[in-house]
T-cell receptor, first 114, second 115 residues
Framework: KNQVEQSPQSLIILEGKNCTLQ??????????LRWYKQDTGRGPVSLTIMTFSENTKSNGRYTATLDADTKQSSLHITASQLSDSASYICVVSPGVGGYNKLIFGAGTRLAVHP | ETGVTQTPRHLVMGMTNKKSLKCEQHLGHNAMYWYKQSAKKPLELMFV???????ENNSVPSRFSPECPNSSHLFLHLHTLQPEDSALYLC??????????????FGPGTRLTVT
């Protein structure tokens, strides 16, 4: 069964600290993996997208990694800011055509405290 | 802003009410989606429309009725809902071309509470 598991479920860190969020997936075949940021009361916004051949992608203070062999991805946030408080959702696309039935993780809720 | 707007942002309705959610995209996309997001659960795809034709219906109860009058607008008509239908309802849009869909852009969602 295609699944995306994220850990931890929630995380609290102090402003300025770094953190790493994990995503494990069992989706096959695999086309790409995205990390989304979802602020409270808002829709998800894409941070990064990686295909099978990419193993790292950065977007400012956000760096995503992908190990397609072990089917694991991580999102590293450096020098966290209060505005990083949000849910981070890992999304995998099977890429089998059609309407791109994305497989969503349940998300990691990050709280950055001053 | 992502170019996808949703109204209303918040809605409280009784189980006997009829209401509608509206979504509009300004991105020139040709596919639109409805998702349900419940607390601590992954997003669940409900419906997909491509070129105003419904192409996906993921076993959604008939008390949810979608409508897509054109490629820029999408509605979700609600009637006789249950308390467990309370959730964040997200609309998204994307390009769909030659059998492949591209990145989905999400609206801000409608927070629905059924009393």
């Amino acid at each position: 069964k295609n699944q995306v598991e994220q850990s931890p479920q929630s995380l609290i860190i102090l402003e300025g600290k770094n953190c790493t969020l994990q995503c494990n997936y069992t989706v096959s075949p695999f086309s790409n993996l995205r990390w989304y940021k979802q602020d409270t009361g808002r829709g998800p916004v894409s941070l990064t997208i990686m295909t099978f051949s990419e193993n790292t992608k950065s977007n400012g203070r956000y760096t995503a990694t992908l190990d397609a062999d072990t089917k694991q991805s991580s999102l590293h946030i450096t020098a966290s800011q209060l505005s990083d408080s949000a849910s981070y959702i890992c999304v995998v696309s099977p890429g089998v055509g059609g309407y791109n039935k994305l497989i969503f993780g349940a998300g990691t809720r990050l709280a950055v405290h001053p | 802003e992502t170019g996808v707007t949703q109204t209303p942002r918040h809605l409280v309705m009784g189980m006997t009410n009829k209401k509608s959610l509206k979504c509009e995209q300004h991105l020139g996309h040709n596919a639109m989606y409805w998702y349900k997001q419940s607390a601590k659960k992954p997003l669940e795809l409900m419906f997909v429309y491509s070129l105003e034709e419904r192409v996906e219906n993921n076993s959604v109860p008939s008390r949810f009725s979608p409508e897509c009058p054109n490629s820029s607008h999408l509605f979700l008509h609600l009637h006789t809902l249950q308390p467990e239908d309370s959730a964040l309802y997200l609309c998204a849009s994307s390009l769909f071309f030659e059998g492949e869909s591209y990145e989905q852009y999400f609206g801000p969602g409608t927070r629905l509470t059924v009393t």
